[in-house]
């Protein structure tokens, strides 16, 4: 505790840290698979091969492609980005397919009822299959969320900065407070977030707060 | 009025769901399509707001061929309920019924008054306006689709096997409710049911479908009762067993109208009786 107390001012770095790049690769991987997943939902074929693609993508190991993506794009390799990039991948990896389910469960009848009733195309994606994807969408978000938490310390590993730094300096110094107030972070900043996510998704959906509905 | 001009209908995966098909369906009437799952009518009700585009032929409406007309304009324009209501589950029963309204262009504040009443027209209650759907019964879901069909004030409604999934006690309710407000609103219906006693009940011209959209017979329904055009309509309306027989029968000096089992129907009109 006095260890902790004594370094707040870099644990709230590393944290603030933590949490853009937690936050930036499920966002952005996010509305990157919307529409690629809403195509898979409509389409058999391309649903295969992207899920396929998705799949592949999902088991690539981490650490090789912080090295490999400096190179590809041209950024140092101690540039924060690079982690960014990769976690994003992953998170579309992770999205597609669950976007792809979310629309894939909406009613047929609801949205032929929708067409009906006179909405135009993109009425009816904002006003209907988005939200009634909704609650599917949001529970694919806080997987992606907790998992991309976690990656993010492997950005430690090539010297990018975040909650994961403390483990490695805790090694190396064989101080196991700092591992025991990394880990501790790394779950408080998951919790947090995902309070924050089942908070939105609330305030978005208040038809789910409906006893029977789903 | 709505005119089919030798419309036809082949999907994508090669199938023909409507070969040939013609008719006129007068205004301010109700039309039933009538046949066995199947054979068309879906695809049929769908070519009046372009859900469906023929593969051939043309559809008019007021002797404008509506493929000119904007899909989406084009739709709000015409009232649509189909069987399970189609209720939007993440909107209010108020929301559902005015949506119509708010794709028009109606102010909020109007179009939930107007909603408002619609869903008295239809027999609910305000206190479920604030619900969602799945908080209602099947026949009340299926009031509000109705309620939400009629809350633009359409000419045409469509309606698509719309009483096909309550209990038989609920249908006959709204089958008589549609009666009651059809006489008020004298709408053009075209509606889409596989229950020839529900078309005999509520259409003005009946329109018996074979597989493909094929026009087996379509006149009143007494027409088809007193001349049937083949063995199919025969069989189809059910006059091959021996069901739809009705005969007199005296009882005590009177004569008592009795169907195919001796169950009474009625009596003979005495007036008529005297003749
Ligand atoms: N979207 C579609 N794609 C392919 N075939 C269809 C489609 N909709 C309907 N059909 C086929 O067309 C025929 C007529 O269907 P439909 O109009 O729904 O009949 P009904 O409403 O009388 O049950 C059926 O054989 C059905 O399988
Ligand atoms: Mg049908």
Known sequence: ?214 | MIEYRSVGKTYDDGSPAVDDFSLVIPSHSTTVLVGSSGCGKTTLLRMVNRMVDPTHGQVLIDDVDIATRGPVELRRSIGYVMQQAGLLPHRRIVDNVATPLRLAGVPRREARERAMDALAKVGLGADLADKYPRQLSGGQQQRAGVARGLVADPNILLMDEPFGAVDPIVRADLQRQLQTLQHELGKTILFVTHDIEEAFLLGDQVVILRKGGVVAQAGSPAEILAAPADDFVRSFVGLDKGRRRLRIAELDGQRVVVDEHGRPAGVLDPTLDRT
């Open chain 1, 1 to 214: 505790m006095t260890w902790a107390r004594a370094n707040s001012d870099r644990l709230v770095d590393l944290m603030l840290q933590h949490l853009w790049l937690s936050v930036v690769p499920v966002v952005v991987g996010f509305l990157l698979a919307l529409p690629i997943g809403w195509w898979a939902s409509r389409f058999a074929r391309p649903r295969a091969v992207l899920l396929a693609a998705g799949g592949i993508l999902y088991t690539l190991p981490s650490l090789p492609l912080l090295v490999i993506i400096p190179g590809l794009i041209g950024t140092s390799f101690l540039d924060p980005i690079n982690v960014a990039i990769v976690l994003t991948l992953y998170a579309l990896a992770l999205f597609v397919r669950i976007v792809a389910d979310a629309f894939a469960q909406v009613s047929a009848e609801v949205l032929d009822s929708a067409t009906a009733s006179g909405y135009s195309w993109w009425q009816r994606f904002g006003g209907v299959e988005l939200p009634l994807a909704g609650p599917v969408l949001l529970a694919g978000v806080r997987v992606a969320s907790v998992s991309t938490v976690s990656l993010v310390t492997v950005g430690a590993l090539v010297g990018v900065s975040n909650l994961g730094s403390l483990f490695t300096e805790g090694f190396q110094r064989d101080f196991r407070t700092e591992i025991t107030v990394g880990i501790v972070l790394v779950v408080i900043l998951a919790l947090v977030l995902d309070a924050v996510w089942v908070l939105l998704g609330r305030l978005l959906m208040p038809w789910t707060r409906l006893r029977g509905a789903g």
